[in-house]
C-alpha cells in the first residue's frame, strides 16, 4: 500500500439491484464502505446490511446550464412542458402522462409539451395522445442526447412533469430545477425519503396516479401569478446547493475521507467464490439467491452446506 496506509474498498451504488447487493454481502469485510446515491437506497442498504458494513450517502451531480433560460412569462403564451424518461410500466407509470395530457386538454389549458425518451410502452402513449400531437399541443420527440437536453430542452420549459411511482433520483428533475424549471411531480416513494421537493416552495405535488391533482398543478402555474417565478427560483437554489457536480464532489470527499479514517478491513480482495450451493443457486444463480436467503434469513456460512434448502 502507498505511505504505508491501508487499502480501501468503497462500492458505490445507483439503484436496489439484487445482483450488487450478493455482491456486498459476499464481500462483508473485504468492504469498507458502501455509498448510495439517494436517501432511499441509503435507508435500504443500512436496512439490508445492518452494522456489518458502514454506508454513506453522495448524491448525483448535474451540469449547469449551458445556455441562458428563455423568459418565464407566460402571459401571450402557451404553457412550456416537458416529460423526459423511459417510457415503462409500472415505474415511470406514462399510461399517467397520456391521461395527464388529455385532462389538460379538457380544461381548456393553452399549453404545449415535449415529450422525450423511448421504452416498452412508447406505442401505448402513442396510441394515447393520437389527436393530441396532431393539434401540436404535444411533440414526441423519441430520444435526446445530453447536449440536446441542455441546450434544447431544459431552457426553454416553464415546468417538468414526473408521473414516476418511485424513484432513485430522478436526475432529469435535478437538471431541470438547475435550469429554474418548476417541477410538477407525484409524491413517488423515495421523494420523502430525500427530503428535495417542497410543495408550494420549489415544486407542486400529487399522490401518485392522481391524475386530476397535477392537472390542477399545471393550472395554478398559469393561473397565479408569480407562482411559476418563485417556485423555479427556488427549484434552481435547492438543485445549485444539492446537486451539482461540486456538490456531488464534496459528498464524495467526505465519504471516502471516512472510509480512510476507519480500520481497514480484511485484505482478502478476491473474497469468496459464489458457486452453486443448492437449488436456490442452481435455479436463480448464486448472487440472486443469495438475496433471497437474506431476505428469508437463511444466510449460511460460505463454507456451510445448503443442499437440503
Known amino acids: 500500500t502507498a505511505a504505508g496506509r491501508a487499502l480501501r474498498v468503497v462500492y ?6 439484487a445482483g450488487q447487493m450478493a455482491d456486498v454481502l459476499s464481500y ?11 436517501r432511499l437506497l441509503e435507508g435500504a442498504l443500512v436496512a439490508t446490511l445492518g452494522a456489518d458494513v458502514p454506508v454513506g450517502y453522495a448524491p448525483y451531480g448535474t451540469e449547469a446550464p449551458w445556455a441562458r433560460r428563455q423568459p418565464s412569462s407566460t402571459t ?7 416529460w423526459v424518461g423511459r417510457m415503462e410500466e409500472p415505474q415511470k407509470r406514462t399510461r399517467d402522462l397520456g391521461l395527464l395530457m388529455r385532462r389538460c386538454l379538457e380544461m381548456g389549458l393553452d ?7 423511448d421504452g416498452p410502452s412508447a406505442a401505448a402513449l402513442r396510441g394515447q395522445l393520437a389527436g393530441i400531437d396532431e393539434e401540436g399541443k404535444v411533440r414526441l420527440r423519441g430520444y435526446l442526447s445530453r447536449e440536446q437536453l441542455y441546450e434544447d430542452l ?3 420549459i416553464d415546468a417538468l412533469l414526473l408521473t414516476s411511482s418511485w424513484e432513485t ?20 416513494v423515495g421523494a420523502r425519503e430525500e427530503g428535495a421537493l417542497r410543495e408550494d416552495e420549489n415544486c407542486l405535488l400529487a399522490e401518485v396516479g392522481d391524475i386530476e391533482g397535477l392537472a390542477r398543478a399545471v393550472s395554478r402555474l398559469r393561473d397565479e401569478h408569480g407562482l411559476l417565478d418563485r417556485l423555479g427560483e427556488n427549484a434552481r437554489a435547492t438543485a445549485d446547493a444539492r446537486y ?11 465519504e471516502l475521507s471516512a472510509a480512510l479514517e476507519a480500520p481497514a478491513g480484511t485484505p482478502a480482495l478476491l473474497g469468496p467464490r459464489r458457486t452453486a450451493r443448492g437449488r436456490l443457486d442452481r435455479c436463480f444463480g448464486p448472487g440472486f439467491a443469495e438475496t433471497l436467503r437474506v431476505f428469508a434469513g437463511r444466510v449460511h456460512d460460505q ?5 437440503d434448502e
Request: charged share 20%; proline share 6%.
Open 12 to 17: 458505490t451504488m445507483h439503484a436496489f439491484l
Open 28 to 38: 462483508v469485510g473485504t468492504v469498507d464502505r458502501v455509498v448510495g446515491t439517494n
Open 76 to 82: 401571450a403564451r402557451p404553457l412550456r412542458l416537458a
Open 111 to 117: 399549453f404545449r409539451c415535449d415529450v422525450v425518451g
Open 154 to 156: 431544459y431552457p426553454g
Open 169 to 188: 433520483g430522478p436526475i432529469v428533475a435535478w437538471e431541470a430545477m438547475r435550469h429554474g424549471a418548476t417541477l410538477v411531480s407525484t409524491r413517488y
Open 244 to 254: 451539482s457536480l461540486e456538490a456531488s464532489a464534496d459528498a464524495w470527499d467526505a
Open 303 to 307: 463454507g456451510g452446506d445448503p443442499a
